[in-house]
């Protein structure tokens, strides 16, 4: 896994959501240098061991599921030889979509820690509310709101950046 931008993070206490939330980020960065939807995912096993780390890539890998919180599930199943990651926490910079909720239970995570609400396709809870639906046989805790301003402000800046150009 790559390193985080220490620089960044110095003042963030090691282990805590604000951390890993900051480590989403960095990802996420990566993406959008890549011209790519900006967002980023870190898994953390129940250690608090990173186990998983991807932006998005759709674009570049020719692939409508490569989005960031599919391909870090991936890594980390991987990396612990099992698909279903009980106990692990999974952080992402912008609330996951339906289809990325799904692979979350599928995964049988303990949580999920996001920054910033979707409105346009949220399968969390903007459009959707797939972890915490009763008909679903497992259960995720929720917690949003993490590092939200940046991770809305990261977000916000990549689409206005894809507006200028197209007026060009």
């Given at each position: ?25 960095e ?12 967002i980023?995912a ?32 991936r890594?980390?199943a ?39 609400r ?12 797939l ?23 990261l ?14």
């Open positions: 896994m790559g390193a985080p931008n220490y620089s960044v993070m110095a003042s963030i206490e090691k282990g805590s959501d604000t951390f890993f939330m900051a480590m989403a980020l990802e996420a960065k990566k993406g959008a240098e890549k011209g790519e939807v900006p980023g870190i898994l953390v096993s129940e250690e608090e061991e990173e186990i998983g780390r991807a932006h998005n890539c759709p674009i570049q890998l020719a692939d409508p599921t490569a989005h960031a919180e599919i391909l870090a599930l890594q980390g991987r990396r612990s030889g099992n698909y279903r990651l009980a106990g692990a926490t999974l952080y992402v910079t912008i609330e996951p979509c339906s289809m990325c909720a799904g692979a979350i239970i599928q995964a049988r995570l303990a949580r999920l820690v996001f920054g910033a979707d409105p346009k396709a949220g399968g969390v809870v903007s459009l959707f509310h972890l915490e639906d009763q008909r679903v046989n497992h259960r995720v805790k929720v917690s949003e709101g993490v590092l939200e301003e940046e991770c809305r402000a977000i916000r800046a990549f689409f206005q950046g894809r507006r200028l150009e197209q007026e060009k």
